[in-house]
């Protein structure tokens, strides 16, 4: 084996790191590629306030001076401090299909894992849930989202090889989307708007949203609490996310549903399909790249679900039926025609039970793999 594993510290191996997948899946169809400038920032201690509670380490493997593949370690002390799980997560993994390869890798990880006292390596993950995480295992001729990985069907065989196994999937749904709002969703949501006090918030633009932001996110911290490896965004990590993502959203596209405090009691945050524009932008916003972007945002038939949240105490209460009530008028408007629901973990009932009403297709699973050390 002639694999040499070469840790990315300085900002042109960095480079060279988020570089890679753009060779690796050259011409493939289905891949779509990340702007390198944000992915740039995600490994940036300065950009990323992750890093004020992780440790990261990211590597390079090379075979005959070529690069072959990466992968990143990450130590979240917030995700041990409260699952008591001592786990390094990896993420960012690429690699040729190549064995040799892809355990010089893995036992990398592992043996960084071992060096900190950790029991366990599981991934993909990010630093966050908002982070692309789960290894693709079923629906590679499907095109991909701008929020979801990824990998060619031999990556999973590589792993388990290197003796991971299954954790927990995601499942991803194909929503084929009506042309009104279903008698049923129409009614529960009545009844839920008035039984517990509810308004919607109708914006066009975004300083009409600006004020709710940070509730969002303090509501999706606590109804996503239980869910798989969650660990609560920082004050830092959403005042990040406001300021590189939300607040220049196109509010048309986002649903909020306010208590009688004017508290956010639901959301629901979704876009135009950008999947195509990012292949046309090849990473890049410009020259060209953001042109393809503005089209995807004006025309389009597909849209897709990133981010959907019930505050727990009004969960089960009918407030889901409320809030997807509003975005099938956004979407009817816009003459969209399906939806992508983005992943969901395969023991997620409550969400499970809200595609009930729609005509779908599951297309799409991944994986999070686990190796106890």
Not at 327 to 356: C, D, G, M, R
Not at 357 to 363: A, L, T, V
Request: charged residues 30%; hydrophobic residues 40%; positive net charge.
């Amino acid at each position: 084996m002639n694999i040499l594993i070469k840790e990315a510290k300085s900002k042109k191996d960095i480079k060279k790191f988020v570089d890679f997948p753009y060779k690796l899946y050259k011409g493939n169809t289905y891949w779509i590629p990340q702007l390198k400038k944000d992915e740039m920032s995600l490994f940036q201690k300065e950009k990323n306030p992750a890093f004020e509670f992780c440790d990261v380490k990211l590597w390079l493997a090379y075979k005959n001076k070529k690069i072959v593949g990466r992968i990143a370690g990450i130590i979240n002390h917030r995700f041990i401090e409260k699952w008591q799980d001592k786990f390094v997560r990896f993420g960012w993994i690429d690699f040729i299909d190549d064995e040799d390869v892809s355990k010089a890798l893995i036992n990398t990880v592992e043996n960084w894992a071992k060096e900190n006292g950790m029991e366990a390596v599981h991934g993909p993950l990010g630093f966050t849930d908002l982070d692309p995480e789960g290894m693709l295992i079923e629906g590679f001729e499907e095109l991909g989202t701008i929020a979801t990985i990824y990998n060619y069907p031999y990556y999973s065989k590589h792993l388990e090889k290197c003796g991971y196994s299954k954790d927990i999937d995601w499942v991803e749904y194909e929503i084929i989307l009506p042309k009104r709002v279903p008698e049923k969703i129409e009614r529960i949501a009545k009844i839920a708007q008035k039984r517990n006090n509810l308004r919607v918030l109708r914006a066009s633009k975004v300083k009409e949203i600006k004020p709710y932001l940070e509730d969002m996110f303090h509501v999706l911290n606590t109804s996503y609490e239980d869910l798989y490896g969650f660990v609560p965004l920082s004050e830092n990590q959403i005042r990040s996310y406001i300021e590189q993502y939300i607040s220049f959203a196109n509010p048309e596209f986002i649903s909020i549903i306010l208590d009688e405090n004017d508290k956010v009691a639901a959301f629901g945050i979704t876009f135009p399909s950008l999947s195509k524009s990012f292949q046309k932008a090849r990473g890049k916003l410009f020259p060209f790249g953001f042109i393809h972007i503005l089209k995807a945002l004006k025309k389009n038939n597909l849209v897709d679900l990133y981010l959907v949240a019930v505050r727990p105490d009004l969960q089960g209460k009918g407030v889901n039926s409320l809030l997807f009530r509003e975005l099938i008028k956004i979407y009817v408007n816009h003459n969209f025609e399906k939806a992508e629901s983005n992943p969901e973990l395969e023991t997620n009932s409550k969400v499970q039970a809200q595609w009930k009403f729609f005509d779908r297709k599951q297309h799409k699973r991944r994986r999070c793999f686990i190796k106890h050390l």
